[in-house]
């Protein structure tokens, strides 16, 4: 496979991943007031021209004219650590699209750099690490009622190394996101998180 149909096969995924959310209404938010699009356009003034950005959500209010809030999410599907400079393009692309209330999320196969991992958080930009097949192992517990009906605690120790550790095996998880302050164990807890009008952008 190619480089550029492995990170298009990447994107499809996660476009997926959030129109099922979206669609199985699992937010809180109806399908007519949040819109998912890939490689849509967004203009930019400082370009005159459209900024193309491989995943976004529209959040618009009943009757507005224009979205109220824009997630933009941007897929690396890269083998080698995504160093702070891929990050910093990132932001100067979102800071250029015209509108306020925006949040920049980044998606990504590999870790990123440490570097990168904190001038993501410094600015505000989500991060989103979904592991290979092959980074995941799966482990049977033996699991009591009560186990079962307890909230699994999330780990800020796992999450910073399963973000910035190349060959991290999670057990049991693929999915790592940080932002904001908070870490997220799955799509529905960081897309209830970002999309609220009231949560601010970047």
Known sequence: MSSVSK???FEDRVFA?????????????????????KKKGYF?????DN?????????????????????????????????????????????????????????ISGALQKGALSYARANGIGVIRLLPDDQVRHVLYHMTYSMLAESPRLDSAEFHSALTQ???????????ASG????????????QDNLSIHSGGT
């Open 44 to 48: 930019s003034r400082d370009r005159d």
């Open 17 to 37: 991943a959030i129109k099922t959310e979206l669609v199985e209404d699992r937010l809180g938010l109806s399908p007519a007031a949040a819109k998912p699009f």
């Open 51 to 107: 900024i193309i950005v491989d995943v976004s959500i529209e959040v618009w209010l009943p009757s507005a004219t224009q979205w109220s809030m824009l997630w933009v999410c941007e897929c690396k599907d890269y083998s080698h650590l995504i160093p702070v400079d891929d990050v910093e393009e990132f932001k100067a692309k979102l800071d250029q699209i015209a509108g306020a209330n925006k949040k920049g999320v980044m998606a």
């Open 180 to 191: 904001g302050g908070y870490i997220f164990g799955d799509w529905r807890s960081l897309l």
């Open 7 to 9: 990170g298009n096969a």
């Open 166 to 176: 190349p060959g991290y095996t999670g057990v049991n998880r693929g999915f790592y």
